[in-house]
Antibody, heavy 118, light 107 residues
Framework: EMQLVESGGGLVKPGGSLRLSCSASGFTFNNYRMNWVRQAPGKGLEWVSSISSKSSYLYYADSVKGRFTISRDNAKNSLSLQMNSLRGEDTAVYYC???????????WGQGTTVTVSS | DIQMTQSPSTLSASVGDRVTITCRASQNIDNLLAWYQQKPGKVPKLLIFRASSLETGVPSRFSGSGSGRQFTLTISGLQPDDSATYYCQHYNGDSRTFGQGTKVETK
């Protein structure tokens, strides 16, 4: 069974840092581009960042550019998101999601909650 | 940046009704559009990719159409289990953009 499991969420003060992780299983991780998508409380989905299968290409939403860094370790089937200079508006459930071969996201983790508050 | 606008924001329909949700792109996006269903407290689920291709395991009452700038998701014969929020999403080479969502309620 294809599975993505996120971890690393929690409560952090404004200006602080947090590192999210996503562990993949049930598929050949190094064949797929991966994403982070977030959802603020009561709000819609917002794409955050993507990384190509071999880490050659990294992409970020304007809202996180310069503060967040996406990375992956194909040997460990893991995806990470380093989040620095956190703001209240970064409070959200963060999902990792696999890119479908046809320009969509077909496998999603259960999400990890990040709360930025003093 | 390409903007995705969904309409309506909410809709209420009866079981068995045909329901249509529209997603409009601010510029031509060919058929690079997906639709997702998200139930409260649950993870988004891919329904449609490439504007009109049904994801494996998705009931055939769901269908997608459109190309260019205007797209529709149709539920033919609404079921109580279809109560959820539906999102369109555009794929660009270096980003993805979601619509703001359409909440579907069953009367």
């Amino acid at each position: 069974e294809m599975q993505l499991v996120e971890s690393g969420g929690g409560l952090v003060k404004p200006g602080g840092s947090l590192r999210l992780s996503c562990s993949a299983s049930g598929f050949t991780f190094n064949n797929y581009r991966m994403n982070w998508v977030r959802q603020a409380p009561g709000k819609g989905l917002e794409w955050v960042s993507s990384i190509s299968s071999k880490s050659s290409y990294l992409y970020y939403a304007d809202s996180v550019k310069g503060r967040f860094t996406i990375s992956r370790d194909n040997a460990k089937n893991s995806l990470s998101l380093q989040m620095n200079s956190l703001r209240g508006e970064d409070t959200a459930v963060y999902y990792c999601a696999r890119d479908h071969p046809h320009y969509a996201m077909d496998v999603w983790g259960q999400g990890t909650t990040v709360t930025v508050s003093s | 940046d390409i903007q995705m606008t969904q309409s309506p924001s909410t809709l209420s329909a009866s079981v068995g009704d045909r329901v249509t949700i529209t997603c409009r792109a601010s510029q031509n996006i060919d058929n690079l559009l997906a639709w997702y269903q998200q139930k409260p407290g649950k993870v988004p689920k891919l329904l449609i990719f490439r504007a009109s291709s049904l994801e494996t395991g998705v009931p055939s009452r769901f269908s997608g159409s459109g190309s260019g700038r205007q797209f529709t998701l149709t539920i033919s014969g609404l079921q109580p289990d279809d109560s959820a929020t539906y999102y369109c999403q555009h794929y660009n080479g270096d980003s993805r953009t979601f619509g703001q969502g359409t909440k579907v309620e069953t009367k």
